[in-house]
């Protein structure tokens, strides 16, 4: 019972600094118009993940191109990792590294956003995939640990989570990209 409630009340306490992280709220802020700003004009919102991390990726890409709280009009998200033949075929034939990176430079244009989800924030696939959004000039926003990890370096906007551990990342993670959600369908559809 005791261990039950300490992983609990870890979970609460990230959320917690969370909420009493003045810069981390106004950069959601600043995140929901940039977001809302590339749908209204036409752009796509692409995740990238691994492992659990492209798991929520991906269910926060379907809570843009399915719905959130309302019945509205699909908006163009989607997670990079959804297709299986090219990840595989791109893997064995280049490298898993450039995975994101390849796919991100086929169909990724400017006025676009990418949101890369990684725990330490080091995961190179992700870290390549912002470097050619740089060279695009595709928004970049990194979901990490407390660190940054080297994306911290990459990203245009930053969520460092404050903890390094992992359960505690993704949950927050999740509530940070169902705010996010949340509010963009609030902005664009009224």
Request: charged share 20%; hydrophobic share 40%; with cysteine.
């Amino acid at each position: 019972m005791n261990k039950i409630k300490e992983i609990i009340e870890s979970s609460i306490n990230v959320k917690q600094q969370l909420l009493q992280d003045d810069t981390m709220l106004q950069r959601i802020n600043t995140v929901v118009n940039v977001i809302s700003d590339a749908f209204i004009a036409g752009n796509k919102v692409l995740f990238c993940g691994n492992g659990g991390s492209a798991a929520d990726a991906q269910h926060l890409a379907a809570e843009f191109s399915g719905r959130f709280y309302k019945n509205r009009k699909a908006l163009p998200a989607e997670a990079l990792h959804c297709n299986t033949s090219y990840l595989t075929a791109v893997a064995n034939d280049y490298s898993y590294d450039v995975i994101y990176a390849r796919l991100l430079d086929g169909i990724g244009v400017k006025g676009d956003v990418v949101i890369g989800l990684s725990t330490s924030g080091n995961s190179v696939n992700i870290v390549k995939a912002f470097e050619v959004a740089r060279e695009k000039d595709i928004v970049t926003i990194g979901l990490t640990g407390a660190s940054g990890g080297t994306m911290k370096d990459v990203s245009d906007y930053l969520f460092n989570v404050p903890s390094s551990i992992t359960p505690r990342i993704q949950e927050s993670h999740i509530l940070l990209g169902h705010i996010i959600c949340e509010l963009v369908e609030e902005k664009v559809f009224g």
